[in-house]
C-alpha cells in the first residue's frame, strides 16, 4: 500500500527558511519518481518541484528554482525539499505526489495532477 506522509511546515517569516519532509513506504524509490505540488488559497494545485526515479534528476518550477532543493535519502525512504528564501507567495498547502511517470522539465510529472498517488498535504505559512 502506497503511503505518503508530509512534516515539516509551519508559519515562517518572509526571507526564512523550512525544511519539509515526506516519508513514503508501499514502494521503492529507485522506480518512483517523487513530487512535490503547492496549493494556494483559490489558486489551482501547481508543481513546485520532481525528483527522477532512475538517476535522482531534479527539477524545479522557474517561480522557485535558485531557492528550493529536492532530494531524497534512499535508505530512510524519504524525501525532502529544503526552501530557503521563502517569499509570502510560497504560501500553500504542500503535498508529497508519487507514481511511476517521469518527471518534466518543470518541476512536475508527466501525469500531471493526475498523479496516482498524494499526501495529505502540509500547510506552509510565509509572513510577510
Known amino acids: 500500500q502506497v503511503q505518503l506522509v508530509e512534516s515539516g511546515g509551519g508559519l515562517v517569516q518572509a526571507g526564512g527558511s523550512l525544511r519539509l519532509s515526506c516519508a513514503t513506504s508501499?514502494?521503492?524509490?529507485?522506480?518512483?519518481?517523487i513530487s512535490w505540488f503547492r496549493q494556494a488559497p483559490g489558486k489551482e494545485r501547481e508543481g513546485v518541484s520532481c525528483i527522477s526515479a532512475s538517476d535522482g534528476s531534479t527539477y524545479y518550477a522557474d517561480s522557485v528554482k535558485g531557492r528550493f532543493t529536492i532530494s531524497r535519502d534512499m535508505a530512510k525512504k524519504t524525501v525532502y525539499l529544503q526552501m530557503n528564501r521563502l517569499k509570502p507567495e510560497d504560501t500553500a498547502i504542500y503535498y508529497c505526489t508519487t507514481d511511476t511517470s517521469v518527471c518534466d522539465s518543470g518541476g512536475s510529472p508527466y501525469a500531471g495532477l493526475d498523479v496516482a498517488y498524494w499526501g495529505r498535504g502540509t500547510q506552509v505559512t510565509v509572513s510577510s
Open positions: 508501499g514502494f521503492t524509490l529507485d522506480y518512483y519518481a
